[in-house]
Structure formats: C-alpha cells, structure tokens
C-alpha cells in the first residue's frame, strides 16, 4: 500500500461513528522514513480542525521538550491510535481503536520505525501492554518484534499536574541518547 492509498483510506473511513463529527481526518505528520515515531491516543480539537496532530496546547507543550532534546520534530513521525477525534476529548473505546488500529498498522509498516514512543496510558496499553502503568514504568524499554518501545507522559497530562514535568524531560534525555545509539 502506498502512502496516499493509506491516506485516502484514512479519509473515507467511517468504520465508527466518529467520521460523523470529525472536522478532518488526522492522519499523521512528519518524516516517512523516521527511525523514531511517536504515538499517542487520538486528536484534540485543534487537530480535528488542522488535520494535524499535536498541534494544541499539549502539542505546543511536546514540541519544547523535543527541542529541548534536540530532536527536531521534522525528523520524527507523529501519529495517533484514533484518526478521528472523540467528542469533547473522551478517551477512544476499545471499540474505535479496533476500528482504527490498522491504518497505524500499516502506517508503521510504512516507515518500519526502529523506535516507537507511546504519549500516555492509553496508547502504551494499545502498543505495549494491556497493564501497562504509566507512572510506574514510563521511561522503560520493551522489544516487540524487533522496535524498541517506551511510553512517557501524554503532553496534556503534564499540562494538568506539572510536577510531572521533570520525569518527561528525563524520558525525553533518555530517548534522545537510545535514538543517537542506534
């Protein structure tokens, strides 16, 4: 499948209902050939409008701690679980990420990441592990067929308890040195 097949299918998908009241399908954003790509949950409003994701509050939040990192977010690929948006910012249902979870699929197909980055709980549950604890074991590594895989804090969850700030950038350190490793 070709990139603008995916894309196409992305946009005309309405597998669940939320094609009903998204404003643009967020596909995903950056470089195709990325050896590290990010993954979180699913979009915001302002994604929903921009076709973009993160690109709001939380996102204007991720881009300071990659350049921080000096990982240039071009460089990288930005993606979600759920293309479309679910009203008012709930989290998606088991059900859309089933809907949804093949476009990423092929997606990473596509590039063939070396690394992948869950932002948050919930996408580290989809990719990682069912229980996965976000307090607990974000920072930590895992290999799943042959991609190393970490989760760090959801941008907006730092946004709402600050005192989490610290551990991101720590995350983010870590991430940067295992990116120059490989």
Known sequence: MTWEELQGQCEACTKCSLHETRTKCVFGTGNREAKLMF????????EDESGIPFVGAAGKLFDKYLFAVDIPRESVYIAN???????KNRDPKPEEEDMCIGHLREQFKLIRPKMIVCLGRIAAMRLIKPDFKITAEH???????????????????????????DDMLADMKMIKEKLESL
């Open 81 to 87: 679980i759920l293309k479309c948006r679910p009203p």
């Open 139 to 165: 920072g930590k590594w895992f290999e799943k067929n042959g991609v190393l895989m970490c989760a760090v804090y959801h941008p907006s969850a730092l946004l709402r308890d600050p005192r989490k700030k």
């Open 39 to 46: 993954v979180g949950e699913a979009p915001g409003e302002k």
